[in-house]
């Protein structure tokens, strides 16, 4: 190994991982093989930092792993007691912004923020829940959108406009009152040009963008988390541009 490669290295919880300038903790970490939580982070997408449960301690100073970028020698603290924690109180936090019924959920299983919760070891609530009105929007043919699940994550948003060259979905507002949109004067996705082969329609971490046909087709108990941790299958969908389809549902 040369100097130049010895160099760029960091510690992830005492292992060095190496790097290449220009990746962040998180893409050195699983091109390591090394998992770090996360739910609005997929690899070919631009880095978003919205939803927090990436956080580590780097340095002595807590960032998000998807965006703070890999540092010769750095010192990165993940799976630790503190930073655990934290974690899992963002996580509990996105429970009771939305309204999530997971035993009722056709998503129960394939869902990424159930599977990181479990594997954070999120097991009661914490914060009180703020049970928004929210609207379930049912105007397209194939698809359904339920905002009651949605956490913002903006995979749909980056897809669409990056991946698919459209720009079905956009988040307005502010704070508390930020939520998804779709780009029809009805506001309704089923007057877009949203499509089962766009990206944009299999990156949805949760159940807010549902295909009508798959419903409980897979039963729960034999779906993509239910037979492994998000830790050793990843997301939902790793590659953005898999066609329509192409989602990968465990038998
Ligand atoms: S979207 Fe995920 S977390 Fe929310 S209710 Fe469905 S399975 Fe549970």
Known sequence: MSNEQQRSTFTLD????AFTPGQTIMDAALAAGVYIPH???????????????????????????????AATDMRVESEVADIRALRVAVLQMLFAEGNHVCPACEASGNCTLQAVAYHCGMLTPRFPQRFPRRAVDASHPDFILDHNRCILCELCVRASRDHDGKRVFAVSGRGIASKLIVDAPSGRLGDTDFS????????????????????????????????????????????????????????
């Open 14 to 17: 005492g292992r060095r991982i």
């Open 39 to 69: 739910l609005c982070h997929k690899p070919g997408f631009a880095p978003h930092g919205s939803c927090r449960v990436c956080v580590v301690r780097a340095d002595d100073r807590e960032v998000s792993a998807c965006t703070a970028p």
């Open 196 to 251: 089962a082969d766009d990206a944009a329609a299999h990156v949805c971490p949760v159940g807010a963008i549902l295909r009508r046909d798959e419903a409980f087709r897979v039963p729960i108990g034999r779906r993509r988390f239910d037979v492994a941790p998000v830790s050793r299958v990843g997301d939902v969908q790793t590659d953005p541009d898999v066609p329509a389809g192409a989602a990968e549902v465990l038998p």
